[in-house]
Each structure stands twice: as structure tokens, then as C-alpha cells.
């Protein structure tokens, strides 16, 4: 049947289902078909409409499409298919949920923040959601909310990666490297290339340490899981490009670049490498005034 909304795509559907209704009822009333043609009229009158296509088929083909084209860094037409979804379903958890690493792409944070937040009103035990929100917490300087969801989201999974990649953040966050860099290694070896965040962390732990060459093996040894994640292409190219790297021959013999890792550069539209705010110049929303509106990688800006 034709969708129930307005608009251009269902006014179509409607009136090619009035012409083959007009058709059929004018091939009856003048018996110029026999029954057998008029059983293949209306099978094509079912099929036809039909094929305009279901609320829920719509929907799927939208999230599909969206999370392609995030998966790109096309921020603006993966968001255009967003919108679309969250027009015909506006309750759709995994809507928001594209929409907010959308707007995490564009760096626009607060936005981010709702549409993760509404994700949670939605869909409470939303695994990513819940991640995703902790660690915009723990960026802005918020370590209370953000232990209370990892406490969370450990509770019911002790194992995930994510919630302990997030554990080891909050050790950064309180000054314990060390513990952080075990952590990490730990959850690497329990899940190799389980957790891209988790690489990035662990890299940034060994940079701030001085010791390029094992940020770049970790960096590498991702690349071989997620060969074309845009997070991790930045990282491998800043990591590189610094200053210590310049004369570091292990660095350099562990950049041995694969091609795809020219993608780290910014693709034409899209923001550069990306950086998540100062815990002083800008504090989440209270998720009550939250307004809804890529996957931003975890950082180490607080060693």
C-alpha cells in the first residue's frame, strides 16, 4: 500500500493506484478483457502499489544509506537521510543514534549530546549510545556521569570493550597512566580490533610518552582490522607527523605507509583531524534541556 504521509513520493504512489483502478474498472464495464487478462490487471495493480513501497522498508533503506555515507564522512548527505528517517519515524532510536555521530563528525557537540541523550530516552540499554554519551562526559571534564554510565554499562557486560576503553580514560582522566595503558593493552588482547577507540587511546598514551614507534605499531595493527576507519588514518598521520617521529627511524620504518593511509588527509567538504573541546570551554546540557538534533575517537588531551 502507498505510504500514509504527503508529499511528492506519496501523491504519486496514490494517483498511479487511481489510473490502474480507473483502468481496470473500465476494462470490466466494457468487456473487452477476458477474465484471465483482468486477473493479470490486477495483479499488476497490487504489485505497483505495493512497490511505492512500505513505512518500514523505507526506514531500513534510510538507515542503510545514512550509514554508508557516514562511513565516508559525508556528513551532509548521510544527515539528509537521517532526517528523512526521523520524519516517517520519529521515535526511531538508531535515527538519532546516526544523527548524533553525525553531528559528532561536524564537531558540533551539544547537538551530539541530544541525539545521544534522546537515543537513551528511547532505547535505554543502547550499548553505543551509552558509550558514546560517557565519553562526551568525560571530554568535558564531567568524570561523575561519565563513571556512573561506564558502572553502568560494566554491570551488565564486565567485558565490553568499549566500557573499558572508558574505564581507562577515566584512569587518564585521574592521572594514573600507567593503569591506563595496562587497561588498554589488557582489552586488546581479550578483543583485538574489537574497539578502534581503544587503539586510539593506547597510541595517544605512548605519544604523550614519547614513544612513537610502539604508538605507531598500535595504530597499525588496527589498520589491519578497520583498514579504511578515518579515526584511526588521523591519528597514524599525526602520530607521524610530529616532531619526535621526524628523526625516529623505528617511527618511520612503522608508518611504512599503506596507500589507504593517504586518506588520513581531510576528504574535500569534511573538517580535518578532529578535536574534541577543553574540559573548561564547554560543560554538557542537562539531558532534560537537551535539544535532539563518529564517531569522534577517543583522545588523551587530559595527560
Not at 219 to 247: F, N, R, S, Y
Not at 259 to 276: L, Q, Y
Request: with cysteine.
Amino acid at each position: 500500500m502507498c505510504p500514509t504521509e504527503g508529499g511528492l513520493f506519496g501523491n504519486r504512489c496514490r494517483a498511479l493506484g487511481r489510473w490502474l483502478g480507473d483502468l481496470l474498472s473500465h476494462a470490466r464495464s466494457a468487456r473487452l478483457l477476458g477474465r484471465l487478462p483482468v486477473m493479470l490487471l490486477a495483479g499488476l495493480l497490487a504489485g505497483s502499489v505495493a512497490g511505492c513501497g512500505s513505512k518500514e522498508g523505507r526506514v531500513e533503506s534510510g538507515l542503510r544509506k545514512g550509514e554508508a555515507l557516514l562511513s565516508v564522512a559525508d556528513w551532509d548527505k548521510a544527515s539528509l537521510e537521517v532526517r528523512n528517517v526521523l520524519q516517517i519515524d520519529p521515535q526511531n532510536a538508531q535515527g538519532y543514534f546516526l544523527s548524533a555521530r553525525i553531528e559528532e563528525g561536524r564537531r558540533d557537540i551539544q547537538r551530539a549530546f541530544g541525539a545521544y541523550s534522546k537515543v537513551l530516552e528511547l532505547a535505554p540499554d543502547h550499548v553505543e549510545a551509552q558509550v558514546a554519551l560517557a565519553r562526551i562526559y568525560l571530554l568535558a571534564g564531567d568524570a561523575a556521569n561519565a563513571q556512573q554510565l561506564t558502572n553502568q554499562l560494566l554491570a551488565r557486560n564486565p567485558a565490553h570493550p568499549g566500557g573499558r576503553t572508558l574505564q581507562a580514560a577515566l584512569q587518564v582522566s585521574r592521572g594514573d597512566l600507567k593503569g591506563a595503558q595496562q587497561t588498554a593493552r589488557d582489552v586488546l588482547a581479550d578483543a583485538p580490533g574489537a574497539s578502534p577507540d581503544t587503539s586510539m587511546l593506547l597510541a595517544g598514551l605512548y605519544a604523550n610518552a614519547g614513544d612513537n614507534a610502539q604508538a605507531l605499531k598500535v595504530v597499525q595493527a588496527a589498520l589491519a582490522q578497520a583498514p579504511q576507519h578515518l579515526g584511526l588514518l588521523q591519528v597514524a598521520a599525526q602520530i607521524a607527523a610530529a616532531p619526535q617521529a621526524t628523526g625516529d627511524t623505528a617511527a618511520q620504518a612503522a608508518f611504512a605507509a599503506p596507500p589507504n593511509w593517504r586518506r588520513a588527509t581531510p576528504i574535500s567538504g569534511t573538517p580535518g583531524p578532529r578535536t574534541m573541546p577543553a574540559a573548561t570551554s564547554w560543560k554538557p546540557p542537562k539531558p532534560c534541556c537537551a535539544t535532539p538534533s563518529a564517531h569522534s575517537s577517543m583522545t588523551v588531551r587530559a595527560c
